[in-house]
C-alpha cells in the first residue's frame, strides 16, 4: 500500500510540475464563463501547451506513420490495442455492477485473441459482441463521487478532478504502460500508443482547426457532456440519462 501510494505521488508531482511551468492564459474576450471550469485562464494555458505539442511532434509524426504503413496494417494496430483495452473496459463494468456487459467484454477479448490472430483482426463485433469503452473516471462517477472543476492535463488534454484520479488509476492498472521489464520495448509500444491514438481523430483535428469556434470552449463542453453522458448510462437506477447532441472524439 506504501509503496503504491508513493507511486500515485509521484504520477501527481509530474502532473503539478508540468501545470506549473505552462502558466496561464488570457480568457478571449466574449467568451461566456462555465460554472464547471473555474481555472479557465490556466487551463487556457495547458491547452495552447497541449496544441502546440500536437502541432509540431504528434501531428508530423502520425503524418509520417501514415505515409509509410498502408491501412490495412494502421488498423491491425488500432485493433490490437482495441482489443487489450477491452480486457480493462471489462474490468470497470464489473466494477460498475454490469456483470453482463462485463460477460461481453471478457468473450471479446477470448474471440479476438484466439480468432483474431492476438486481436489484429476484430472478429467479435462482426460476431454480435458489442464493443463499450469504460475507465475508472467512469467508475469513480458511477460510484457516486463529484467530478469536480474542469482541468486540461498536460499531453491527456480535457480532464476533471475526478477524472484525474480516474487516470491515474489506469495508468496504474496498464501492463504495457507500467510492467513490462524491457524499458526499450515498454516505451516503444507506448509510443506507438500515442501514435496510434492520434491517427484516430487525424482528419477531425482538420476540421476543427478550420471552424470558426472557440476550439477550447467546445472541447470543453463536449467532454463535460460527454463525461456526463458515459457515467448516467452507467449507473443502475431508473433515471434518463442525459443525451448529448454530439461526441467528443478526442477522448
Given at each position: 500500500?506504501?509503496?503504491?501510494?508513493?507511486?500515485?505521488?509521484?504520477?501527481?508531482?509530474?502532473?503539478?510540475?508540468?501545470?506549473?511551468?505552462?502558466?496561464?492564459?488570457?480568457?478571449?474576450?466574449?467568451?461566456?464563463?462555465?460554472?464547471?471550469?473555474?481555472?479557465?485562464?490556466?487551463?487556457?494555458?495547458?491547452?495552447?501547451?497541449?496544441?502546440?505539442?500536437?502541432?509540431?511532434?504528434?501531428?508530423?509524426?502520425?503524418?509520417?506513420y501514415r505515409f509509410?504503413?498502408?491501412?490495412?496494417?494502421?488498423?491491425?494496430?488500432?485493433?490490437?490495442?482495441?482489443?487489450?483495452?477491452?480486457?480493462?473496459?471489462?474490468?470497470?463494468?464489473?466494477?460498475?455492477?454490469?456483470?453482463?456487459?462485463?460477460?461481453?467484454?471478457?468473450?471479446?477479448?477470448?474471440?479476438?485473441?484466439?480468432?483474431?490472430?492476438?486481436?489484429?483482426?476484430?472478429?467479435?463485433?462482426?460476431?454480435?459482441?458489442?464493443?463499450?469503452?469504460?475507465?475508472?473516471?467512469?467508475?469513480?462517477?458511477?460510484?457516486?463521487i463529484p467530478s469536480?472543476?474542469?482541468?486540461?492535463?498536460?499531453?491527456?488534454?480535457?480532464?476533471?478532478?475526478?477524472?484525474?484520479?480516474?487516470?491515474?488509476?489506469?495508468?496504474?492498472?496498464?501492463?504495457?504502460?507500467?510492467?513490462?521489464?524491457?524499458?526499450?520495448?515498454?516505451?516503444?509500444?507506448?509510443?506507438?500508443?500515442?501514435?496510434?491514438?492520434?491517427?484516430?481523430?487525424?482528419?477531425?483535428?482538420?476540421?476543427?482547426?478550420?471552424?470558426?469556434?472557440?476550439?477550447?470552449?467546445?472541447?470543453?463542453?463536449?467532454?463535460?457532456?460527454?463525461?456526463?453522458?458515459?457515467?448516467?448510462?452507467?449507473?443502475?437506477?431508473?433515471?434518463?440519462?442525459?443525451?448529448?447532441?454530439?461526441?467528443?472524439?478526442?477522448?
Open positions: 500500500m506504501i509503496l503504491a501510494a508513493g507511486k500515485v505521488a509521484r504520477h501527481c508531482l509530474l502532473v503539478i510540475s508540468a501545470l506549473i511551468l505552462v502558466g496561464c492564459a488570457a480568457i478571449p474576450a466574449g467568451s461566456e464563463p462555465s460554472p464547471h471550469d473555474p481555472w479557465e485562464s490556466f487551463n487556457r494555458s495547458v491547452f495552447d501547451f497541449n496544441e502546440g505539442l500536437d502541432t509540431y511532434l504528434l501531428r508530423p509524426v502520425t503524418t509520417a509509410v504503413l498502408p491501412e490495412f496494417v494502421r488498423e491491425g494496430i488500432y485493433n490490437f490495442f482495441s482489443n487489450y483495452n477491452d480486457i480493462y473496459t471489462a474490468l470497470n463494468n464489473l466494477l460498475q455492477g454490469k456483470p453482463d456487459l462485463a460477460f461481453n467484454d471478457t468473450m471479446r477479448v477470448v474471440v479476438n485473441t484466439i480468432f483474431g490472430l492476438g486481436g489484429v483482426i476484430d472478429m467479435a463485433t462482426p460476431g454480435g459482441l458489442e464493443k463499450h469503452k469504460e475507465d475508472f473516471g467512469q467508475t469513480f462517477g458511477v460510484w457516486g469536480g472543476p474542469y482541468i486540461v492535463l498536460p499531453f491527456f488534454g480535457p480532464s476533471s478532478v475526478r477524472d484525474t484520479f480516474g487516470t491515474l488509476a489506469d495508468l496504474e492498472s496498464d501492463y504495457l504502460f507500467k510492467y513490462i521489464p524491457n524499458v526499450g520495448l515498454r516505451n516503444s509500444i507506448t509510443g506507438l500508443r500515442v501514435v496510434n491514438a492520434r491517427n484516430t481523430y487525424y482528419e477531425a483535428g482538420d476540421l476543427l482547426d478550420g471552424a470558426a469556434i472557440d476550439k477550447y470552449s467546445f472541447m470543453r463542453d463536449a467532454y463535460i457532456q460527454r463525461r456526463q453522458y458515459q457515467i448516467d448510462e452507467g449507473r443502475t437506477t431508473d433515471e434518463e440519462p442525459m443525451v448529448t447532441p454530439y461526441e467528443n472524439q478526442y477522448q
